[in-house]
């Protein structure tokens, strides 16, 4: 079977086993974007600078993870700003050029009141904060890189690659395993294999249609899994999982 693309990006870094994560992923020759929160970095510093010195990429996933539609316009520029500033200060001292800088937003929450539910048409986005929040982010020189591999309608319908924040095509959803009432029940390991196996995975963000995804499309993925303590023992158990299927990790230039 031929192979597809994959990206693979994970939110929440550096937790404390934040650098098993760099072992495991590094012996299996997975290359790896990681999306930080700027407090956690201020904790861990030492692990960021590791992690860049051995060729990953850590990109900028705010400073306190806050849901962006509930605070006020400055709120979100401060929380760009301020993980901006130490992810630049982390590269200097790792004694490499922060070539490529990116932006996720918490829970995909562009911060235009739609709470992250992209693909729900009864969320109407509000345009002025939207455009303020990008221009934030453009003047600092972010950008998304192109994604023509990507050959989702679900995705270039809700324009999520017409602005310079970075969504994903697929969520593992392994989050949901250590909520009180687990999302769309994904309450363990099981759980996520069994979704991963589904022609039509549904997604927290709203309805994707019947359109053919995941393993029944040739499209490119951009994968999302996060870096919690609490998932930490079946990270591993995930990785090799998606070593099983037809995918081909590569890094986002």
């Known amino acids: 079977m031929k192979k597809k693309i994959a990206y693979l990006t994970i939110d929440d870094s550096p937790s404390s086993s934040f650098m098993e994560k760099i072992d495991y992923l590094e012996n299996k020759k997975i290359p790896t974007i990681f999306f930080c929160i700027g407090q956690l970095m201020e904790q861990r510093p030492a692990m960021i600078i590791e992690s860049i010195q051995r060729g990953f990429q850590i990109a900028n996933h705010s400073y306190s993870?806050?849901?962006?539609?509930?605070?006020?316009?400055?709120?979100?520029?401060?929380?760009?700003?301020?993980?901006?500033?130490?992810?630049?200060?982390?590269?200097?001292?790792?004694?490499?050029?922060?070539?490529?800088?990116?932006?996720?937003?918490?829970?995909?929450?562009?911060?235009?009141?739609?709470?992250?539910?992209?693909?729900?048409?009864?969320?109407?986005?509000?345009?002025?904060?939207?455009?303020?929040?990008?221009?934030?982010?453009?003047?600092?020189?972010?950008?998304?890189?192109?994604?023509?591999?990507?050959?989702?309608?679900?995705?270039?319908?809700?324009?999520?690659?017409?602005?310079?924040?970075?969504?994903?095509t697929f969520d593992i959803m392994e989050w949901a395993t250590i909520e009180y009432k687990p999302t769309m029940g994904i309450k363990n390991l099981h759980k996520i294999f069994q979704r991963l196996d589904e022609p039509l995975p549904k997604d927290c963000r709203g309805n994707l249609g019947s359109e053919s995804r995941w393993l029944q499309s040739d499209s490119a993925e951009i994968i999302l899994l996060h870096d919690h303590e609490e998932t930490t023992p079946i990270f591993n158990s995930i990785v090799d999982r998606l070593l099983e299927y037809p995918l081909e990790f590569k890094m986002k230039k």
């Not at 939207?130 to 003047?139: A, G, R, S």
């Not at 050959?151 to 270039?156: K, L, R, S």
């Open 65 to 168: 993870h806050p849901h962006f539609s509930q605070i006020s316009l400055e709120q979100c520029k401060t929380e760009i700003e301020k993980t901006d500033q130490i992810i630049t200060s982390l590269y200097k001292k790792a004694g490499v050029e922060w070539k490529q800088k990116w932006f996720r937003f918490p829970y995909g929450d562009k911060g235009d009141l739609r709470n992250g539910e992209v693909f729900n048409p009864r969320k109407i986005s509000n345009p002025e904060r939207n455009n303020f929040i990008q221009k934030v982010l453009i003047d600092l020189n972010y950008t998304q890189p192109n994604w023509d591999e990507v050959d989702y309608h679900f995705m270039t319908k809700a324009n999520l690659f017409t602005e310079v924040d970075w969504h994903w």
